[in-house]
């Protein structure tokens, strides 16, 4: 009988996890299963621009998993027993129950709202493209000289606004950010940052803590009222409440804690990637929700189950940061280069050639998940029915 792998979510994490795993593995042995939602992949890091009225390049999962041997499934996961190891899915089947051998769970993450009242009544969000799509729709009907506010002043929030402002300059496009614009950038970064803005006309509101949002204003905690017709709310990301509703080891948040090789502390045959995961990285800090440390904690996983399953070496390749890579509109771009941990260095790439950067690694993320089978060398090792079971009465015992 073949080793049973369950990917849960194909976004960067779970579909490079997939291709990983099948690349290392032979179809002979595992049979891979990738259960996503959606037909198609969603560039998540391209929602602001899909909310401006960009069209994204439509990329169905259909044609990239094709001769992989990677079984595509498309359903909505509503539970997973880690007891019985099973996952229950909603799709044209109707509601299904999928045994597993081995799970990796990525099913990413959406918006936080944080409780602050109001938000869900009134903000729009792009954590994912049905807010996308719902906010784009919203600015196409805004008039000129309204106010859009966006909510946050992280990568995000700056990727928003500036796209907004530089797709619609009639707007008055103004940013809520809880500290000081960019504070975590080098002074050349801050500095490129504050000049970029400024050319696009966004007021910036700095320190402001959001406390409400109403149909036509936000509130911020010292009772300010900033005049919204449109409030886009990008404070964060949370993960979705599967993972924290089974035994699994979760933080408060309802990140699945994993060990080095994205393992669950307490299912060791569950293994958690990208946002869903609760991983710590250089210097002690857990790493934060981004493609760029979550692509690495799938090429991480599928090492590891490979290695596991085949009596390979162990992968110990830590996770660290290079750079953040922030679009400032189509034009304009900043590349904030970063130490190990994440915290900024003194170099920096503005203008035009890091908006192409940008671009560029936008396109390589969407590539890479396109083409799962390129570039690896294979190594496909045998799975032994001994290792195979090894795995499991590890997990029975735990
Ligand atoms: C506007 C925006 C810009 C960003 N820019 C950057 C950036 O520049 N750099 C960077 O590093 N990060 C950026 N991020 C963050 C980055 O997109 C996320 O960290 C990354 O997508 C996480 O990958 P993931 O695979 O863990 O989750 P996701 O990409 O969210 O994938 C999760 C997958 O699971 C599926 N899924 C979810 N729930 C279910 C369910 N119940 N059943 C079935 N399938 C389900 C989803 O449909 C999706 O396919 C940005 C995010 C946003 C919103």
């Known amino acids: 009988m073949r080793h049973r792998i369950i990917v849960l979510g194909a976004g960067y994490t779970g ?35 899909l909310a401006v009225g960009q069209d994204l390049k439509s990329r169905p999962f259909s044609g990239m998993f094709a001769g992989t041997g990677v079984e595509l499934k498309l359903a909505k996961v509503t539970g997973v027993d880690v007891g019985r190891k099973t996952v229950a899915v909603a799709g044209a089947n109707g509601a299904e129950e999928l045994a597993y051998d081995t799970l990796v769970y990525a099913l990413g993450s959406g918006w936080d709202a944080q409780g602050v009242p109001g938000t869900a009544e009134h903000a729009f969000e792009i954590a994912g493209r ?12 805004v008039d000129a000289g309204q106010t859009v506010v966006v909510v946050g002043g992280g990568l995000t929030g700056l990727e928003a606004a ?11 496009v103004a940013l809520a ?95 958690a990637v990208g946002d869903a995961a609760m991983v710590m990285g250089p210097g002690g800090k857990p790493l934060r929700m981004s493609c760029a440390s979550g692509v690495p904690t799938a090429w991480q996983a599928a090492d590891a189950i490979a290695a596991r399953l085949t009596g390979g070496k162990l992968p110990n390749v830590p996770i660290r940061y ?10 304009e771009g900043l590349i904030q280069y970063v130490t190990a941990d994440d915290r900024a260095v003194r170099a920096v790439l503005t203008g035009r050639l890091a908006a192409v950067y940008k671009e560029l690694v ?19 090792r045998r799975v032994t029915r001994e290792r195979a079971a090894a795995g499991s009465a590890v997990a029975a015992s735990a």
């Not at 490079?16 to 998540?44: Q, S, Y």
């Not at 290079?322 to 034009?331: E, M, P, T, Y």
């Open 177 to 271: 950010a809880r500290g000081g614009l960019g504070d975590w950038l080098s002074p050349k970064g801050r500095e490129h940052l504050r000049r970029v803005v400024g050319r696009l006309g966004i007021t910036v509101y700095e320190n402001a803590a959001v406390a409400g949002v109403e149909a036509d204003h936000v509130a911020t905690a010292d009772g300010t009222a900033i005049p919204a017709a449109v409030t886009v709310w990008t404070a964060g990301f949370a993960v979705h409440p599967i993972a924290k509703a089974t035994a699994l080891e979760v933080t408060g948040a309802g990140q699945i804690v994993v060990d080095g090789t994205m393992r669950s502390v307490s299912h060791p045959d569950v293994y």
């Open 322 to 331: 290079f750079n953040q890579c922030v679009s400032l509109g189509r034009k």
């Open 362 to 380: 936008c396109k390589g993320a969407a590539w890479g998940v396109a083409n799962p089978m390129f570039g690896m060398p294979t190594r496909r």
């Open 15 to 49: 579909a490079f996890a997939a291709g990983r795993l099948a690349r290392r593995l032979r179809r002979e042995d595992v049979a891979i299963t990738l259960v996503n939602a959606d037909p198609d992949f969603v560039e998540r890091v391209r929602m602001h621009q």
């Open 130 to 141: 049905p807010g996308a799509l719902r906010l784009r729709e919203r600015l196409a009907r």
């Open 162 to 172: 500036t796209e907004i402002a530089e797709t619609r300059p009639d707007l008055d």
